[in-house]
T-cell receptor, first 113, second 113 residues
């Protein structure tokens, strides 16, 4: 049972435009969420996080939005740059204080110059 | 420099052999994780440990074993019972508690020959 889902395997966006990556989850007990960026044959690097008490968190070009009622979060990147081309993973944790961290299947973002 | 180190970067194993992947962190993190990445499958959790001498099965623990005798170390053994061991393995660590990021190693590519 996939508790964290990223339904778009890939996304292409023109340089300078906004990239929107989506993530859905099924476990209502998750209380924090994270986004990671990954290049091939490397470990993921942390981008931004949000706790369930917030609905928005912003850090530079990256903004994460959380809609708890819909069990949905999204990552906005604006403006998109060629270096943003990578695979993006969302992750969720915090179920009853358990340290388990569950990742989605990833979305490959390609920025078109 | 603080960080998390996985070794080796590439590993070849003959069918029927056990092999151990190393993961060491000097970040003083309590929680450590092992994930496996396959094409199109995202990051799937194998095992995680919330504290020394404790570990929990993740979503795909069959054919794997771990130990957590020291805070800094969380080795993963891929046993001969693992049917499809060829994959990219990622180790991570983080502080316990909500809304803390996980730091990843650079990964180990295991190939069964």
């Amino acid at each position: 049972d996939q508790q964290v889902k990223q339904n778009s395997p890939s996304l292409s966006v023109q340089e300078g435009r906004i990239s929107i990556l989506n993530c859905d989850y099924t476990n209502s007990m998750f209380d924090y969420f994270l986004w990671y960026k990954k290049y091939p044959a490397e470990g993921p690097t942390f981008l931004i996080s949000i706790s369930s008490i917030k609905d928005k968190n912003e850090d530079g070009r990256f903004t994460v939005f959380l809609n708890k009622s819909a069990k949905h979060l999204s990552l906005h990147i604006v403006p998109s740059q060629p270096g943003d081309s990578a695979v993006y993973f969302c992750a969720a944790g915090g179920d009853f204080g358990n340290e388990k961290l569950t990742f989605g299947t990833g979305t490959r973002l390609t920025i078109i110059p | 420099d603080g960080g998390i180190t996985q070794s080796p970067k590439y590993l070849f194993r003959k069918e029927g052999q056990n092999v151990t992947l190393s993961c060491e962190q000097n970040l003083n993190h309590d929680a450590m994780y092992w994930y496996r990445q396959d094409p199109g499958q995202g990051l799937r959790l194998i095992y995680y440990s919330q504290i020394v001498n404790d570990f929990q099965k993740g979503d795909i623990a069959e054919g794997y074993s771990v130990s957590r005798e020291k805070k800094e170390s969380f080795p993963l053994t891929v046993t001969s019972a693992q049917k499809n061991p060829t994959a990219f393995y990622l180790c991570a660590s983080r502080n316990r508690g909500a809304d803390t990021e996980a730091f990843f190693g650079q990964g180990t590519r295991l190939t069964v020959v």
